[in-house]
């Protein structure tokens, strides 16, 4: 299953479009380059409709919004939809400003994603109005731990039902819930919580395989949550004596260009609940 | 003569301004500091004709264009061209949008660029408003191949003409034509056209070869095509098992920075058409 | 002393508000992350005040600065102040334009910095309207060297009580300035000012120290320039035949990563003028 959405992303190539933050747009583009997709950012709310019409999936990101790019990202995530391509949302730092919260609930309310992705934390302030974000971390009493897996679970089956798209929540344990079913990942390392914009490179990466892998979504979206934990883990192996975060990021984004499908399968770790 | 060119740059270090896409604005500045240039970025109408004004050259690439950076664009290039500066144009996604296209097209009309330099596609969208442009890289069907490399050349020579500057189109091949004399170049390798950001970056080297070398640009073109292809291979020789694309850029970088003239000049392998 | 600032940012793990230049930014989270803070990026005039509340410290740099981010500069640092939390001042190209310059010295004029961070051009620019700035590098006449760096200090120290802050003054040596006491700091490499952002990511590497070291100011400020310096010595004794200035990057950040308060005690050179 893995290894067919993997293939079907080196396969088919997509082109996606994004609408990122400065921050972690680099990372973005390289990991969408290295799992085989093509990445175009564009932000300017003049072009932003026809640059995702020739698109095959667009990624909204909210990390550094502002009020020239939000009209965009209302432009281009209804074209898109309209134009039947696959689209993401990751709210980074819902729950932090009022404008956070409100845009992504907007988009909620606006544009019928395919797929949401952010920590608990954002995920909370989407669902329930939760002001306890920290930035673009869980809060600790927000981790989905072993202990309260199940109710959060419960939580976000709600939420997924509810927005009728799929959910995806990252922390120490990856979740990824339609509505109905739940998959739970134990791939990744918990340095790559220290590395900025694993998350970004992650929804980029969803992307991807939502547009290549249409009629299996959810399946698609778990092959994307287990290549990139498994990245994790693979570069956490190649690292030596005195590397740190930065040569660590280069190796994730390493791992995913020369990851197989073969690869994948073997490496994930996932079970569903 | 590429030798000279490349002592030129690392002699006068030249001050080169930068309206560039904030993806790869930071391998661009590095860039540019490994060939022992000195890089700004500055993209406020309010003050890119003064920043403008004490630099050397000026880069004007449209990878994330809006509203408020297109009439920068045109107050820094013109300013620049007052000063007698060399000027180079990267249009990114021209073709893409009609928003790039356009204004690639009015920027070619306004300012009277020393260098144009794009892929085939985005070549093509200026030279004869193709509308075949996928993203940032040349589509398959107008890739310049040893088959119809003596048609290119023919058609980007009248380009060139038309425009009085010299016009580099990467790909496969690279071509740096001034409307008379055509250079073919072969160094590089097909893995950087799966890094973010090697075309910005190019364009960004050129213009600090021009800015350097203002009695001889056709040659610091040359010079320029091929140190970053010849970087690509040196760097493609440093790969070890596991390496990607993220390792890759790094070391594409590393190269430019530990380049000589006598490297370039036993590394480079282009010939006259 | 050294040691316990540094530890001081491990325990408190300070949440870092920057409104910065997209050239860096990915180099700036990533920087306070491997000193085990937390960036947070946000430049929106209607979300700054709001987010700058949830922070613990405020980082202004003006590298990329424009008509609406100038705003939220000024809204955020005077709301962080109300805060009561620290707040670093990053002039970058002060002195360059007109626009830099004069929101550089509105900035001081009304927001109490903690801190003022930059290269002698940038710190004449703001102290006597020098115009003679270069970008984001000291002009060689601007250099602190042994010869003149009585009168600098003289110079610098008039500054910061005219400002009441501390006065951080980079390049050859640092300079650590409180109106009162000097420090000198020895620690660095030369190539360190031929990789773009080392500046930046010292700027908010102090906002992180002072965040977590209220009450010890400035040996909060000794401790991060003297970790920046020794993490530039560290990751250059790390580089190996072929690297350059983007592994050198990378390395800069790992061993900041890397880096204890032991390490950082015994490696410290520095001392009081």
Partial sequence: MLKDCLEAVEKKK??????????????????????????IMADEFKEVEEITAICDGLTINIGTLNQHTIPSMFAAGKKAVKMGHCVLLDPVGAGASTLRTNTALELCSQIPFDCIRGNIS??????????????????????????????????????????????????????????????????????MSQV??????????????????PKQKLEACVAAVC????????????????DG??????????????????????????EIQ
């Fill in 122 to 191: 954002e995920i909370k302030a989407l669902a329930i109005g939760s002001r306890n974000t920290k930035g673009v971390d869980a809060s600790v009493t927000d981790a989905v731990t072993e202990e309260n897996k199940e109710e959060m679970i419960d939580f976000l089956q709600i939420f997924a039902k509810e927005k009728q798209c799929i959910v995806i929540c990252t922390g120490k344990i990856d979740l990824v819930l339609d509505g109905t079913s739940c998959y739970s990942i134990q791939n990744g390392h918990p340095k």
């Fill in 227 to 242: 290549a990139m934990g498994l990245a994790g883990e693979l570069a956490w192996e190649r690292m030596e004596k005195g």
């Fill in 196 to 213: 900025t914009g694993t998350g970004c490179q992650l929804s980029a990466l969803v992307t991807a395989y939502l547009a290549a892998n």
């Fill in 14 to 39: 997509p082109f996606i479009h994004n609408i990122t933050n400065y921050v972690t747009a680099n990372d973005v583009a390289n990991m969408l380059l290295a799992c085989k997709a093509s990445p």
């Fill in 245 to 270: 975060i930065a040569t660590y990021r280069n190796r994730i984004i390493d791992a995913i260009d020369q990851m197989n499908g073969v690869c994948l399968e073997k490496g994930a770790r996932y």
